[in-house]
Nanobody
Framework: QVQLVESGGGLVQSGESLRLSCAAS????????MGWYRQVPGKQRELVAS???????NYADFVKGRFAISRDNVANMVYLQMNSLKPEDTGVYYC?????????WGQGTQVTVSS
């Protein structure tokens, strides 16, 4: 089992940056595909970015060129660097760890971008 704790959310203005962190505990962190998702009230949770065990990354179109996901398999950490933030990036950001058939979630961290 994997436990995930997100941090780094907050209130920023449009155009500013934030860096989210996700601390993972448990066995075999490096074999999991790690992802960042976000959710706003009334909408489904959506994928923002993911990084596989081999380092292959995938981004949603709406964050390409602005966000960057990375992982540190020694420290059991995943990061999401968010630049050029927009008001529509506002939401609760969740960290996930997936290795089928299992998927684990953190409690989420709020990101609010004011215009």
């Amino acid at each position: 089992q994997v436990q995930l704790v997100e941090s780094g959310g907050g209130l920023v203005q449009s155009g500013e940056s934030l860096r989210l962190s996700c601390a993972a505990s448990g066995k075999s962190f490096s074999v999991y595909t790690m992802g960042w998702y976000r959710q706003v009230p009334g909408k489904q949770r959506e994928l923002v970015a993911s990084i596989g065990s081999g380092g292959v990354v995938n981004y949603a179109d709406f964050v390409k060129g602005r966000f960057a996901i990375s992982r540190d398999n020694v420290a059991n950490m995943v990061y999401l660097q968010m630049n050029s933030l927009k008001p529509e990036d506002t939401g609760v950001y969740y960290c996930s760890a997936k290795r089928l058939p299992y998927e684990y979630w953190g409690q989420g961290t709020q990101v609010t971008v004011s215009s």
